[in-house]
């Protein structure tokens, strides 16, 4: 039970303007972020986390601003950012770390609670099995699950993925993303997921946010996302397979769609 | 007569390239390669004959001499066998190993039992110049090893703000700057001309040399699992820890065997100047002309120092993946040990 707001958030970095004058509230639902690349929803995700500062604007959850990093906020990044020479267990524990002092954490004297934790979050994204692995010897999707592990750990009310499949294969990627909308779910965690690939969007996605050259183009729910929406925040692309999904929403059949592109 | 010499000192000015030797372009290029190369051809000259007054000023100054060397050839043959003493062995000539042998057991150069009853416990080990000069290195490295991981980490660009870090930078540049032979002199009042002494110069060596290998090892890690653990709300030093430091745990690991190693090699250098171990043994018998005894003390010195190599390297060939290290043959550890010996001693690493 949670409630991110994001009120006329404006980020520059010196002449460019990477994000302007966005706003929005949502609030225990999986929201996927749709945008070009340089569209800005790498520095929306940052803004939020903490790990940049927004120019202008606020960034609220639950009422209480957001600065700074901070264990409320989960953060799934595209490249892990796992610790890879360690076990999937240990860099689950490390969700736990501003929990504990600096000395526990080392000798790794982490609660029984934190440790118990880890496992079970580990069991929610089905590597139980492998807890005791080195991270660097899994694959691409099983170290990204280690990712959501170690975000759950946290016991966040606020998870971001920052294009958390846009590195695997088209069923590593279907795998995670059904394991991060199951953790979404299991802990009641409201969740905000950008994403390039739109069939998957479509996919898990309850709820929409288009990002156009920094500038919010669409918010809409599920069933509300068009093809023709899909055009104008992407442009003309024709391999933007969005027709198998949402056809049955749209008033053309999908092969017109395409010709009217080409045309 | 005056004509032809005329003549011919025109044709050496052309060939000099002081005349012009024709109006067109080409031929004034010409005149011009001509002079270039005569300039040169005077510099090369002048340099032959500054060199060639060098070397006789220095060869005059070491008292060189080639008469000297060739009366003194036949002293040198007669040398030899006393450095390898020949034997026969079923009628076949030899080296005698059992002179070396006999003389390291007699001077304790590795270890000997006192005390005679086994089952009682009551047995001493003493333990001779080999192992004495391998604790220098072992306990000098072990002891600087905190002060060369703090220095390093805090050298460290990502962990002190830039100006700060270059305070633990100019502290490990002003140690490396002197030898671990000189740190000896420098502390002599500490501790006299001792092991100990050459444990304390090892210990600072090392927070010089390893904290620089810690540091530039830091500098490659990757950003990302940095922000991964910044992420979670973790602290400063729990960043550091866990995002950094982790990520090069393995490679610390390598680099502290590699010192090791050096630190051995430059132990028996200290030991020449008079700070134990072998490097004194070997001292010893090189004054009292033992030559035998000598050469049996270098012998132990490449056995040591080879086995040491080997084993560092073996280890950090297991720990940084089969491709990174080069592998030293067994061979190649032993025959080239001398010549690390020295570059270790001048403060040179490889």
């Given at each position: 039970m949670s409630t991110l707001t994001v009120e006329n958030v404006t980020k520059t970095y010196g002449d460019v303007t990477a994000l302007e004058d966005v706003s929005f509230e949502i609030e225990d639902e999986f929201v996927v972020l749709l945008g070009e690349s340089g569209a800005g929803k790498s520095t929306l995700l940052r803004c939020i986390n903490g790990l940049t500062e927004p120019t202008t604007g606020t960034v609220t959850l639950d009422g209480e601003p957001l600065a700074g990093s901070r264990p409320s906020v989960g953060m799934i990044f595209q490249q892990h950012n796992l610790v890879e020479g360690v076990s999937a267990y240990l860099n689950a524990l490390t969700g736990s770390l501003e929990r504990t002092s600096l000395l526990e954490s080392i000798f790794q004297w982490h609660d029984r609670a934190d440790k118990r934790r880890a496992l079970e979050a580990l069991e929610t994204v089905g590597l139980l099995d492998e807890a005791h692995q080195r991270v660097s010897q899994m694959s691409g999707g099983q170290q990204q699950r280690v990712g959501i592990a170690r975000a759950l750990v946290q016991d966040p009310s606020l998870v971001l993925a920052d294009e958390p499949v846009a590195s695997l294969d088209p069923g590593s990627a279907e795998d995670v993303m059904g394991y991060l909308k199951k953790a979404a779910t299991v802990h009641e965690v409201t969740a905000l997921v950008s994403l390039h690939q739109v069939n998957i969007a479509a996919h898990f996605g309850e709820r929409f946010i288009g990002l156009r050259d920094g500038q919010l183009l669409f918010d809409v729910q599920q069933g509300e996302l068009t093809p023709a929406l899909i055009d104008e925040l992407y442009g003309d692309v024709e391999t933007v397979g969005l027709a198998e999904y949402l056809a049955r929403d749209s008033d053309e059949p999908p092969t017109q769609q395409r010709r009217r592109v080409e045309a | 007569m005056s004509s032809e010499s005329s003549s011919r000192g025109d044709r050496l000015r052309e060939y000099l390239g002081l005349a012009d030797v024709g109006e067109t372009s080409v031929d004034r290029k010409l005149t011009d390669l001509k002079r270039r190369k005569t300039v040169r051809r005077f510099w090369t000259a002048l340099g032959i004959v500054a060199v060639a007054l060098l070397l006789n000023f220095s060869l005059r100054t070491v008292g060189f001499s080639l008469v000297e060397l060739i009366t003194q050839f036949p002293f040198f043959l007669d040398a030899l066998p006393e450095y390898f003493p020949p034997t026969t062995y079923y009628g076949l000539p030899f080296l005698d190993v059992m002179q070396y042998w006999s003389f390291i057991?007699?001077?304790?150069?590795?270890?000997?039992?006192?005390?005679?009853?086994?089952?009682?416990?009551?047995?001493?080990?003493?333990?001779?110049?080999?192992?004495?000069?391998?604790?220098?290195?072992?306990?000098?490295?072990?002891?600087?090893?905190?002060?060369?991981?703090?220095?390093?980490?805090?050298?460290?660009?990502?962990?002190?703000?830039?100006?700060?870090?270059?305070?633990?930078?100019?502290?490990?540049?002003?140690?490396?700057?002197?030898?671990?032979?000189?740190?000896?002199?420098?502390?002599?009042?500490?501790?006299?001309?001792?092991?100990?002494?050459?444990?304390?110069?090892?210990?600072?060596?090392?927070?010089?040399?390893?904290?620089?290998?810690?540091?530039?090892?830091?500098?490659?890690?990757?950003?990302?699992?940095?922000?991964?653990?910044?992420?979670?709300?973790?602290?400063?030093?729990?960043?550091?820890?866990?995002?950094?430091?982790?990520?090069?745990?393995?490679?610390?690991?390598?680099w502290i065997a590699f010192d090791l190693e050096h630190n051995v090699r430059v132990a028996i250098s200290l030991g020449l100047i008079g700070a134990g171990g072998l490097g004194l043994e070997l001292d010893i018998q090189r004054k009292t002309f033992n030559y035998t005894e000598m050469m049996a003390c270098i012998i132990l010195i490449v056995l040591l120092a080879g086995s040491v190599e080997l084993l560092s390297q073996r280890v950090r060939s297991y720990l940084r993946g089969e491709d990174e290290v080069e592998k030293t043959g067994v061979l190649e550890a032993f025959f080239t040990s001398p010549r690390k010996i020295i570059e270790s001693a001048a403060g040179r690493r490889r």
């Amino acid at each position: 039970m949670s409630t991110l707001t994001v009120e006329n958030v404006t980020k520059t970095y010196g002449d460019v303007t990477a994000l302007e004058d966005v706003s929005f509230e949502i609030e225990d639902e999986f929201v996927v972020l749709l945008g070009e690349s340089g569209a800005g929803k790498s520095t929306l995700l940052r803004c939020i986390n903490g790990l940049t500062e927004p120019t202008t604007g606020t960034v609220t959850l639950d009422g209480e601003p957001l600065a700074g990093s901070r264990p409320s906020v989960g953060m799934i990044f595209q490249q892990h950012n796992l610790v890879e020479g360690v076990s999937a267990y240990l860099n689950a524990l490390t969700g736990s770390l501003e929990r504990t002092s600096l000395l526990e954490s080392i000798f790794q004297w982490h609660d029984r609670a934190d440790k118990r934790r880890a496992l079970e979050a580990l069991e929610t994204v089905g590597l139980l099995d492998e807890a005791h692995q080195r991270v660097s010897q899994m694959s691409g999707g099983q170290q990204q699950r280690v990712g959501i592990a170690r975000a759950l750990v946290q016991d966040p009310s606020l998870v971001l993925a920052d294009e958390p499949v846009a590195s695997l294969d088209p069923g590593s990627a279907e795998d995670v993303m059904g394991y991060l909308k199951k953790a979404a779910t299991v802990h009641e965690v409201t969740a905000l997921v950008s994403l390039h690939q739109v069939n998957i969007a479509a996919h898990f996605g309850e709820r929409f946010i288009g990002l156009r050259d920094g500038q919010l183009l669409f918010d809409v729910q599920q069933g509300e996302l068009t093809p023709a929406l899909i055009d104008e925040l992407y442009g003309d692309v024709e391999t933007v397979g969005l027709a198998e999904y949402l056809a049955r929403d749209s008033d053309e059949p999908p092969t017109q769609q395409r010709r009217r592109v080409e045309a | 007569m005056s004509s032809e010499s005329s003549s011919r000192g025109d044709r050496l000015r052309e060939y000099l390239g002081l005349a012009d030797v024709g109006e067109t372009s080409v031929d004034r290029k010409l005149t011009d390669l001509k002079r270039r190369k005569t300039v040169r051809r005077f510099w090369t000259a002048l340099g032959i004959v500054a060199v060639a007054l060098l070397l006789n000023f220095s060869l005059r100054t070491v008292g060189f001499s080639l008469v000297e060397l060739i009366t003194q050839f036949p002293f040198f043959l007669d040398a030899l066998p006393e450095y390898f003493p020949p034997t026969t062995y079923y009628g076949l000539p030899f080296l005698d190993v059992m002179q070396y042998w006999s003389f390291i057991i007699e001077q304790n150069l590795l270890l000997s039992l006192e005390g005679g009853r086994w089952l009682a416990g009551d047995i001493n080990i003493v333990w001779g110049a080999t192992f004495v000069t391998l604790a220098i290195a072992f306990a000098g490295t072990v002891l600087g090893l905190p002060g060369a991981l703090l220095f390093g980490v805090m050298a460290s660009e990502r962990v002190v703000p830039y100006p700060f870090n270059f305070l633990f930078r100019a502290t490990m540049s002003l140690i490396r700057a002197i030898p671990a032979l000189v740190w000896v002199l420098i502390l002599i009042p500490l501790g006299g001309v001792s092991p100990f002494t050459a444990t304390l110069a090892i210990i600072i060596d090392t927070t010089g040399y390893l904290g620089r290998l810690f540091t530039d090892e830091l500098e490659e890690i990757a950003d990302g699992p940095i922000e991964g653990i910044r992420s979670t709300g973790a602290n400063k030093p729990q960043v550091v820890s866990f995002g950094m430091l982790s990520q090069v745990f393995r490679q610390f690991i390598a680099w502290i065997a590699f010192d090791l190693e050096h630190n051995v090699r430059v132990a028996i250098s200290l030991g020449l100047i008079g700070a134990g171990g072998l490097g004194l043994e070997l001292d010893i018998q090189r004054k009292t002309f033992n030559y035998t005894e000598m050469m049996a003390c270098i012998i132990l010195i490449v056995l040591l120092a080879g086995s040491v190599e080997l084993l560092s390297q073996r280890v950090r060939s297991y720990l940084r993946g089969e491709d990174e290290v080069e592998k030293t043959g067994v061979l190649e550890a032993f025959f080239t040990s001398p010549r690390k010996i020295i570059e270790s001693a001048a403060g040179r690493r490889r």
